[in-house]
């Protein structure tokens, strides 16, 4: 008798093509992770997860189960999923991806990057998170909790933002055409945190959410020509 495979083994098997690498090539779910700054070869990159999904049956279910998985790696393939997947940017999937971006999964810039591009209220949620943010009001708290201020409703009862997840945030949002001009006043007044400037780091979330947007939105037009 074959030993059953736990859930998470289950989801591996079925994107397995979009976890393996060799020696020509990294794996899909590494090169997801900044893409690439040419478009063509981000381009095929997301024709290799676009046909990875084509035999995968229950796809819905199977991404959102790898939205809600704990390992940033299904996480990830998640967001390479809805980029490629038009039926899966509906609002039940993009709900349950913002509480993955507020669990603070590892791959927070990418979900921000993402939800930019394809969520039309990502404006408003964005809002929200950066008002919470304690953090990135100066109050010094690495990371924060359920607190409001200003009658705001609390976005999520599961809010637990880290810095590279305030950057990304704050980025996306700095860049909006639509942007809250009171609140960005407000929090460029505001004695900012050095990483939220510091686009050296390797690991600053503005930068990679940044790069992740603009590059994907390269390579839109080739990938869905």
């Not at 381009?43 to 290799?48: I, K």
């Not at 990418?110 to 008002?131: E, V």
């Not at 009658?151 to 860049?175: C, D, M, N, V, W």
């Amino acid at each position: 008798m074959s030993a059953q495979l736990t859930p998470s083994a289950a989801l591996r098997q079925d994107f397995a093509p979009l976890f393996v690498g060799n020696q020509q090539r990294i794996s899909p779910i590494h090169a997801l992770l900044n893409l690439y700054e040419d478009p063509l070869s981000t381009a095929a990159l997301f024709r290799t997860v676009q046909d990875a999904l084509r035999s995968i049956p229950h796809l819905t279910s199977k991404v959102h189960a790898l939205i809600q998985d704990s390992n940033w790696r299904e996480n990830l393939v998640a967001v390479g999923a809805i980029f490629v997947s038009p039926i899966l940017r509906d609002p039940h999937t993009l709900s349950l991806a913002w509480q993955c971006f507020d669990r603070g999964s590892w791959v927070t810039p990418q979900w921000a990057a993402l939800l930019s591009i394809f969520d039309p209220q990502f404006l408003l949620k964005a809002r929200q998170r950066l008002l919470f943010s304690r953090m990135i009001l100066g109050i010094g708290a690495r990371e924060i909790g359920p607190f409001g201020e200003e009658g705001e409703a609390h976005p999520t009862a599961e809010l637990r933002l880290g810095s590279k997840s305030i950057a990304a945030l704050f980025r996306l949002y700095q860049a909006h055409p639509h942007a809250d001009l009171a609140l960005l006043s407000r929090l460029e007044q505001t004695p900012l945190p050095a990483f939220l400037l510091e686009e050296s780091l390797i690991d600053n979330g503005g930068m990679l959410a940044h790069n992740w947007v603009r590059r994907a939105t390269a390579a839109s037009p080739l990938v869905y020509e």
